[in-house]
């Protein structure tokens, strides 16, 4: 075989090798087996999520602040109110008409604290009741501000009249607390730390205020205590759902219906106004399912929210930010074009040079073919 024939040989071979190795490319990432577009997407979505989650804790801890000073102020007053009538507040039971001036006085705090960032309810709870020791009633104050303004949704109607407050759509006098973690949680916690300041015993969670019943909420819970370390009520703020809506995701560009989900305990099922459960992870990302089996991928992370020293300090939180798998997909898929291009066009280059390579090796082949008959018939003896 002469030189020439193969070097054309060589070249048709690595042609051919090359057309057949950027196929299988192609091929691997039109379906998805390979995404060169992934690890942008990973880290793109660790990095909001680092954002959204530091961002998270910083607001939930001044919410924790705001709902102490609450406390406090309510203590305070509360227990110049009674002094004046002679009752330490560990008995403000035993004389429930008294917490009508209490609730009275504090309606401004109240209001004032709504306009905290996050936050879209105050409410105080005391312990007396109309119906008396046995019941599950208390009297207290609990406003939440919508578009049109500051309503009522428990209180006293004496209080509402004086303090210029309108009643919402079924508002009640008093609210039933009877399996309410966030007064029960809070207030037998306080009973058993009796020395321990507001600032330690606050309390976080998610749950149902009796106001929109079975409804849960994320709520911050603060006890009332006497100078007797007596529990004489709760008080506390309501965080909107806004906080954890897409648009606190900050910097996170292609993916408009990414939000960050902030529940109780472990990330492995998120319990909020839906529910998510964990199904794995993959390519650097956990994979969830709704209760409509949609597909969703993010990450998730521990969130502290108690001080150190808290009672409720080893309380789990997590954040989690998901973003719905399509989306995710369509971002890798578009991150992959560029990359399909390319391999599309050496491979067609490839299977046009291999073409070309192998007629012009055919005709080679064939021409030494000519020759060489040519050769044998000249040698044979006449």
């Known amino acids: 075989m002469r030189s020439e024939t ?41 990095a909001a999520h680092g954002r959204a989650a530091d961002d998270l804790e910083v607001r939930l801890s001044g919410v924790s602040e705001q709902a102490v000073m609450l406390s406090e102020s309510l203590t305070s007053t ?75 949704l428990r209180g006293p109607r004496s209080v509402l009249e004086a303090a210029g407050l309108e ?29 321990m300041p507001p600032s330690l015993l606050y309390w976080w969670g998610y749950d149902s205020t009796g106001v929109a019943e079975g409804e849960k909420t994320l709520l911050c ?28 995701v900050a910097g996170l560009e292609g993916f408009p219906n990414a939000a960050l989900h902030f529940s109780e305990g472990s990330a492995d099922r998120i319990v909020t106004t839906t529910t998510f459960e964990k199904d794995g992870s993959a390519g650097g990302l956990d994979h969830y399912l709704d ?30 930010l998901l973003v719905p798998k399509g989306d995710v997909d369509a971002a890798r898929a578009e991150s992959a074009r560029p990359y399909l291009m390319a391999l599309g066009l050496v491979c067609l280059a490839g299977i046009i040079f291999s073409a070309v390579t192998n007629r012009r090796l055919d005709a080679a082949l064939r021409e030494e073919a000519a020759l060489a008959e040519q050769e044998e018939a000249g040698a044979a003896p006449g």
């Open 167 to 195: 009643a919402a759509t079924g508002w009640e006098q008093e609210l039933d607390i009877q399996g309410r973690r966030f007064v029960e949680i809070p207030a037998e916690t306080a009973e058993s730390f009796p020395a």
């Open 291 to 320: 209760l409509e089996l949609a597909e969703y991928v993010g990450l998730s992370g521990g969130v502290r929210l108690y001080a150190e020293g808290s009672p409720f300090e080893g309380g789990a939180f997590s954040a989690t």
């Open 221 to 248: 819970s603060v006890p009332l205590i006497g100078s007797d370390y007596s529990v004489f009520g709760i008080c506390g703020l309501e965080v909107e759902e806004g906080v954890f809506r897409p648009d606190s």
């Open 78 to 152: 509360a227990a110049a109110l009674l002094a004046d009538q002679g009752l330490a507040p560990g008995l403000l039971h035993e004389q429930p008409e008294f917490a009508e001036d209490i609730l009275f006085a504090q309606a401004g705090a109240l209001i004032q604290s709504l306009e905290r960032e996050g936050v879209c309810g105050a409410f105080v709870l005391l312990d007396a009741s109309s119906g008396g020791s046995g019941s599950y009633s208390r009297a207290g104050l609990y406003l939440q501000e919508d578009p049109e303004g500051v309503r009522c």
């Open 6 to 46: 193969k070097r054309k040989l060589a070249l048709f071979v690595l042609a051919l090798a090359c057309t057949m190795i950027s196929g299988v490319l192609l091929a691997l990432l039109f379906f998805g087996v390979l995404a060169p577009g992934g690890s942008e997407a990973e880290s793109q979505i660790a």
